[in-house]
């Protein structure tokens, strides 16, 4: 019961932006899960989902990767040393970084496992990241903003 609703909880932020506890538990309950405000902060705290900003000064929770907890602190270190800005060009986005982190940084970027990403190129200090949509550009900016946020 609690995988299938942990399942269902991951489907729902991605396919939704979901901005409260209480926006969450509607939706479960509207998925057929019989939940209570207690649960859905247990869950949240156990799948460790965190709120990004969507760049319009809303958040919405999202799940980083979580293969291994020491790499996403690591990760999180270099995007936050080794950034310096980031701007777009329609569904590119491009990262500037310190000299020699591109690579690092584009790493660091990957293993959040942003879908709206399709591929990236890293040089010395410039990463382009060609993104789906204009509008998906702007999620990932709010997104990386998130996490050098935090």
Request: aromatic share 4%; hydrophobic share 40%; glycine share 6%.
């Amino acid at each position: 019961m609690k995988k299938s609703r942990h399942q269902k909880i991951k489907e729902l932020i991605d396919q939704f932006e979901i901005e409260t506890q209480e926006e969450l538990a509607e939706r479960l309950r509207g998925a057929g899960c019989n939940v209570t405000q207690a649960t859905v902060s247990r869950d949240i705290r156990e799948l460790k989902l965190t709120k990004v900003s969507m760049g319009d000064g809303r958040q919405k929770y999202t799940i980083l990767a979580q293969s291994d907890h020491y790499l996403n602190d690591k990760y999180i270190r270099v995007l936050k040393d080794g950034f310096v800005s980031m701007d777009m060009a329609q569904n590119i986005l491009v990262v500037k970084t310190v000299s020699g982190m591109a690579m690092a940084v584009a790493a660091a970027i990957d293993a959040m496992k942003l879908k709206e990403i399709v591929g990236s190129i890293a040089g010395d200090d410039t990463i382009m990241m060609a993104v789906k949509t204009v509008e998906d550009t702007q999620i990932i900016m709010g997104k990386i903003r998130g996490v050098l946020d935090e």
